[in-house]
Structures are given as structure tokens and as C-alpha cells.
């Protein structure tokens, strides 16, 4: 058992058990704090027993999970660029990315973003009048689009397919991932 400070011992008392209690910043009866895990002091002797198969896992467990919300991020922004600019878009259904060779390297490209519609037709989105407001927003946009190249490292001539209404990212074309 693990005294800590201000604990008492009664004897003859039943005691019921309590959460684990850990050193400030680490681990919490509620989550884990960000910034303890990012300090290789703190963390690194915490899983120096751990196979390199662990340590992988827990690595693929939050980059899967940091995927997860990047693509959520995505299709909550192109949700919202078809509903509201474009004016003839609400029946927009599927967004298509085209992949565009920059050097030696290939990646989904904000210049080749098309809208496919109910009614089977294809246009190039058509970005709005640049403000304030959207100037953020694609910026975000196409560091979203970088960080989905390097994630799933597609091949030229490759589509990325997102389906606005059930959320599903699909990859079609030469070589589909």
C-alpha cells in the first residue's frame, strides 16, 4: 500500500479503495495531460520496460486518433463551403481532390477541388471573394490537405474522394492506397 502525505491509518476500520493518485501533471482519475507526456524526462523512464511493439502501438494509436480529427476538421470545413458559397451547391454530395506532382513530391492539391452534385454533374469549386474570414479558413484548408498528402502519401493520377453526407474518404485511381 502507498502512503501519501496527510494519509491516516485507522485500525479496525474498513477502508474502501480509492483511485490511484499520481504526481501533479501526469496522469489524472479524468485524462491525461498533454504537457506531461510531451516531456521525454517525465514520460521516457515511465515506459522504459515497454517493447518496441508498445511503443509503436501507443504512437499509432494517436496519430490514428490525431487522422481521425484532422479529417473531421476537413469534411466540417467543405460542408461548410458547400452550403454556403457557390450558391448553386446545395446538392453537392462528393468533393474530389486530384493529386498534382510539386517536385519530386506528390500531394492532394487545393487547385484541382471539384463538387460532385445529385444530379451526377462535376464543376471546379469555385473559391469565394477572399476576406478575412475565408482567407483563415483556406489557409487551414490546404494545411489540412498537406497533412492528408503525408498521411496517406498518394500517387499522381490518384482522387480523394469525400462524401459529404456519410463522411467517408475514399481513394480511387492509379494505384489506390
Do not use: C
Not at 515511465?46 to 479529417?71: C, I, Q
Not at 469555385?126 to 498537406?146: H, N, V, W
Not at 498521411?151 to 453526407?165: E, M, N, Q
Amino acid at each position: 500500500m502507498n502512503l501519501y502525505p496527510n494519509d491516516a491509518i485507522t485500525v479496525g476500520a474498513t477502508r474502501t479503495p480509492t483511485p490511484a493518485r499520481y504526481a501533479p501533471g501526469g496522469i489524472t482519475s479524468t485524462r491525461l495531460d498533454p504537457e506531461f507526456l510531451a516531456d521525454e524526462g517525465r514520460v521516457l523512464p515511465l515506459v522504459s520496460d515497454w517493447t518496441r511493439e508498445e511503443l509503436y502501438g501507443a504512437a499509432a494509436l494517436f496519430s490514428r486518433e490525431a487522422g481521425r480529427r484532422d479529417e473531421a476538421e476537413l469534411l466540417a470545413l467543405l460542408r461548410e463551403w458547400n452550403a454556403t458559397w457557390g450558391g448553386d451547391d446545395p446538392d453537392a454530395v462528393k468533393a474530389e481532390f486530384v493529386t498534382d506532382p510539386n517536385g519530386d513530391i506528390v500531394r492532394w492539391s487545393e487547385d484541382s477541388y471539384y463538387v460532385h452534385h445529385a444530379d451526377g454533374s462535376v464543376h471546379e469549386f469555385e473559391f469565394p471573394e477572399e476576406d478575412d474570414g475565408f482567407a483563415e479558413q483556406d489557409a487551414r484548408f490546404t494545411e489540412l490537405l498537406a497533412t492528408r498528402s503525408s498521411a496517406d502519401l498518394p500517387v499522381h493520377g490518384a482522387h480523394l474522394f469525400v462524401d459529404l453526407r456519410t463522411g467517408e474518404f475514399t481513394v480511387e485511381g492509379p494505384h489506390a492506397l
